[in-house]
């Protein structure tokens, strides 16, 4: 029972963000509450999942039909952060750990005179997450980076360049550590 009515709660809220999100695909799960911004900019494959506690904080921007993109089967995990101003996108299979903060966009602070917070925020570079990737907990994926097939990123790392497929990185900034190695045919 304790996990039944939690999982209904989740059904439910799904059909309902049916409405308002862009496309949903079939079969995926929002638990409840994601927050949200501009819901009609992200597009989530079949079979994906975001956690409790996530805020996907899109903006309006005109030119695109969606600035976030979750493929099929990927799982955010929990209080997860993420910023699509114009393309962020998160290829199928992902499995992002929690506490993960993702952003193609900076706040400006060019003006001195005035407060970060009353300068406003702009799109820096698209991210792109492959198909099969694995984000540790609490690590930080910024601007105008992508995360190769099937790579690993560490826990608590942070990307701020482009990590190739295929490779574990990890640290402050995120390095490739080691290639994973092709498997051997049968
Ligand atoms: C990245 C990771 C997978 C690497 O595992 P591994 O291949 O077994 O790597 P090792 O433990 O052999 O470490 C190799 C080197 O990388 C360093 N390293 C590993 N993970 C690191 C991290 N997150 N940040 C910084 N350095 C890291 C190690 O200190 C070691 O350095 P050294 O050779 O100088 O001693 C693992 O450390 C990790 O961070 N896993 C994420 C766990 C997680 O977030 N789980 C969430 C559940 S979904």
């Known amino acids: 029972m304790t996990r039944v009515i ?11 963000l049916r409405l308002v999100v862009g496309h949903i695909g079939r079969g995926a799960v929002i638990e409840f509450p ?3 911004n501009h819901p009609e900019k992200v597009w989530i494959g079949s079979g994906a999942r975001v956690a409790a506690g996530t805020w996907l904080n899109c903006s309006s921007s005109p030119d695109d039909e969606f600035t976030l993109r979750i493929g099929a089967d990927t799982y955010v995990g929990r209080n997860c952060h993420i910023n699509a101003w114009k393309s962020v996108t998160i ?28 300068q406003g925020e702009r799109f820096s570079g698209p991210v792109e997450i492959k198909r099969g990737a694995w984000i540790g907990h609490c690590a930080a994926i910024l601007p105008n980076t992508s995360v190769g097939i099937n790579s690993v990123i560490g826990a608590l790392s942070l990307v701020r360049r482009p990590i190739p497929d295929y490779c574990v990185a990890a640290g402050v900034p995120a390095t490739v550590i080691r290639e994973v190695a092709p498997t051997e045919e049968a």
């Open 34 to 36: 994601v927050k949200w």
């Open 6 to 16: 939690p999982a209904l709660i989740d059904r439910i809220y799904t059909l309902f």
């Open 91 to 118: 290829g199928s299979e992902v499995l992002v750990a929690n506490n993960v903060y993702i952003s193609d966009a900076t706040h400006e602070f060019r003006d001195r005179r005035v407060s970060i917070k009353r």
